[in-house]
Nanobody
Framework: QVQLVESGGGLVQAGGSLRLSCAAS????????MGWFRQAPGKEREFVAA????????VYADSVKGRFTISRDNAKITVYLQMNSLKPEDTAVYYC?????????????????WGQGTQVVVSS
């Protein structure tokens, strides 16, 4: 099993920045990809960004491209999501997730492990 713990959410004004962190523990050697998803009230969970653990290949949703950056710290087994130029529509619960393989697709059902989520609220 793998445990994921997110931190860094909060309230920020539009145009501001936040950095989310996700620390992994347990059988982390099985992780090939880590990603961030978000879910706003009344909406489905949607993909935000993912990073391949080996090599660092990244992929982003079009809605966050150019504003968000996903990165990793191999030594700390931690993945980060730097969010800049935040908009009210970025308001959601953000979830960290991990899967045991790499693929070009990033649907929620592909991910094996999930964190508990951290709330991000962007005020206008």
């Amino acid at each position: 099993q793998v445990q994921l713990v997110e931190s860094g959410g909060g309230l920020v004004q539009a145009g501001g920045s936040l950095r989310l962190s996700c620390a992994a523990s347990g059988r982390t050697f099985s992780i090939q990809t880590m990603g961030w998803f978000r879910q706003a009230p009344g909406k489905e969970r949607e993909f935000v960004a993912a990073i391949r653990w080996s090599g660092g290949t990244t992929v982003y949703a079009d809605s966050v491209k150019g504003r968000f950056t996903i990165s990793r710290d191999n030594a700390k087994i931690t993945v980060y999501l730097q969010m800049n130029s935040l908009k009210p529509e970025d308001t959601a619960v953000y979830y960290c997730a991990a899967k045991r393989y790499y693929s070009s697709s990033n649907y929620p059902h592909e991910y094996d492990y999930w964190g508990q989520g951290t709330q991000v609220v962007v005020s206008s």
